[in-house]
């Protein structure tokens, strides 16, 4: 069914009030005018800049209907079916006076049908009139629709510019559309058309900045972050057994495996530094798919009930952005129970776990976690996840790895060191603390005005205590539980 047809459905059912969330007014307008003509009874619209009016013409205004309470007195007083849409009035709604005009009006409709139509980008709906109010909102495009709007704009262009060609490549094309999915007609639009006016092309190259504009258009401010420019596995040392898994589930989170399931997630726990944040960011460049990053600090909010709400606009972000991979960074401070949070905690796990268990876009979760013992059961248990990674600190192959990584990101060739000597001498570092002993031995080289070589590091190597030492018998208890109920990512 079609917005157009479910509108006249609605408008048919005897309903005194309509309340229309959205942000495309100028296409519902477009929608309620074609609509119209369908209709028994005439449609008006009102706004507090031309009071009442005919539906989509500018003549013939009602005198003095500008003001809201004014227009509902006159709406009230129509001695014929009719429809108003109300433009842009949730402000005036503190009011008790419009709120009482307004369920006058509604409990008049079954003597005298006047339907009142609310129209704004966000409405409360006042508890004494919901019981006469109705919700809808505007279908989001589909694939068909999103096509339809890519051939319309291309047409456009090519009209513009007297028979000149766009440049297609159908993968694009199709990317395009699938990383449409979830926005309004009106935004994908003009996404649509600054691909192709950019260079009369539309190719893959479009897609990073398609999918940053459309962040851009739902973004929560401080809450999640957006990354489309992801690492790939081959910036990262080790994690070999990790690889491999993500690899073979590579094609099902594609949604092309045909009867397996799409994969859920992961979970990494170990110790700090040691590359579970590079990880996250790697999954999302082997699934050549955009990342969020769900801050469960900026979650919290002092007043009660604020933070679910916050979570759920999150969630509904990332199934938006979808297909994505939704990253919960250090996921323990934000979901165990800690004094004084007045249960925020529970309802945030009650709210996530939910979300977990019924979701149904493609949003991949990576979830990173340093303090294991504040993890909670219902969490960690198989179902939630298809499966958890322990990142333990690096092996001596995979330390050489790291020092190649990291000295080759300093454009500095690894062949002009001993990254054998290096990685025996970094026993019980993490890859943070290896690519610090890099930096630090690069200052102390350029204090002395000569080139850096393999003795600056080892230098630094030397003078530094890493965290396995400091932390020895935390990390020993980390390895302890994580033997027999993890994988090892490595």
């Known amino acids: 069914m079609n917005d157009l047809r479910e509108l006249e459905l609605l408008f048919n059912s005897s309903t005194p009030v309509i309340v229309i969330e959205t942000v495309e007014e100028v296409r519902l307008l477009q929608l309620l005018k074609q609509l119209g003509s369908h209709l028994s009874h005439p449609l008006f619209q009102w706004s507090v800049?031309?009071?009442?009016?005919?539906?989509?013409?500018?003549?013939?205004?009602q005198a003095q209907t500008t003001g809201p309470t004014e227009a509902l007195r006159h709406i009230k007083g129509m001695a014929r079916p009719s429809c108003f849409v109300m433009l842009d009035f949730h402000?005036?709604?503190q009011d008790p006076i419009h709120v009482r005009l307004i369920k006058e009006i509604a409990q008049g409709f079954e003597f005298m049908p006047r339907t009142l139509v609310f129209v704004?980008?966000?409405?409360?709906?006042?508890?004494?009139?919901?019981h006469f109010a109705v919700r809808v909102e505007l279908r989001l495009p589909n694939r068909e629709a999103l096509l339809a709007l890519v051939q319309d704009e291309i047409q456009s262009w090519q009209t513009r510019r007297r028979g000149s060609q766009v440049r297609i490549d159908q993968s694009?094309?199709?990317r395009l559309v699938e990383n449409l999915l979830g926005v309004t007609f009106t935004d994908a639009r003009r996404i649509i058309r600054n691909a192709i006016?950019?260079?009369?092309?539309?190719?893959?190259?479009?897609?990073?900045?398609?999918?940053r504009a459309k962040y851009r258009l739902i973004e929560q401010e401080g809450v999640i972050a957006f990354e489309y420019d992801t690492a790939r596995f081959a910036d990262i040392g080790g994690l070999n057994h990790l690889k491999q898994w993500l690899l073979q589930r590579q094609v099902a989170f594609s949604g092309q495996a045909g009867m397996l399931d799409a994969p859920r997630g992961l979970m990494l726990i170990g110790v700090q530094g040691c590359g579970k944040s590079l990880a996250a960011k790697a999954v999302a460049g082997t699934f050549g798919v955009p990342l969020l990053r769900l801050d469960f600090g900026?979650?919290?909010?002092k007043y009660i009930g604020e933070t679910e709400k916050n979570l759920r606009q999150a969630l509904k972000t990332a199934e938006v952005m979808s297909p994505c991979i939704l990253w919960m960074d250090e996921i323990e401070k934000g979901i165990a129970p800690s004094d004084g949070d007045e249960g925020s905690s529970r309802r945030v796990l009650g709210t996530l776990l939910t979300w977990m268990a019924e979701r149904k876009a493609r949003v991949f979760i990576v979830a990173t976690a340093n303090e294991i013992e504040r993890l909670p059961p219902e969490l960690i248990r198989k179902g939630r996840l298809d499966e958890i990674f322990f990142v333990d600190l690096p092996e001596l192959e995979t330390r050489r790895e790291i020092f190649s990584i990291h000295l080759r990101r300093r454009n500095l060739a690894p062949s002009r060191f001993d990254l054998v000597s290096l990685a025996k001498a970094s026993g019980g570092?993490?890859?943070?603390?290896?690519?610090?002993?890099?930096?630090?031995?690069?200052?102390?080289?350029?204090?002395?005005?000569?080139?850096?070589?393999?003795?600056?590091i080892l230098q630094e190597l030397h003078h530094t205590r890493p965290l396995s030492v400091v932390m020895e018998e935390h990390i020993q208890e980390l390895?302890?539980?994580?033997?027999?109920?993890?994988v090892p990512a490595g």
């Open 197 to 211: 006016e950019h260079d009369g092309a539309i190719t893959h190259n479009d897609l990073p900045e398609v999918m």
């Open 298 to 301: 900026a979650l919290y909010n």
């Open 120 to 130: 704004s980008h966000a409405f409360e709906i006042p508890r004494e009139i919901k």
């Open 91 to 93: 402000p005036y709604l």
């Open 429 to 456: 570092f993490s890859g943070a603390e290896i690519e610090q002993s890099i930096v630090s031995a690069m200052y102390a080289a350029q204090s002395q005005n000569l080139d850096l070589n393999s003795g600056h």
């Open 172 to 174: 694009a094309v199709d």
């Open 49 to 61: 800049t031309e009071g009442v009016r005919t539906l989509g013409l500018s003549i013939d205004p």
């Open 479 to 486: 390895r302890d539980w994580a033997a027999e109920r993890t």
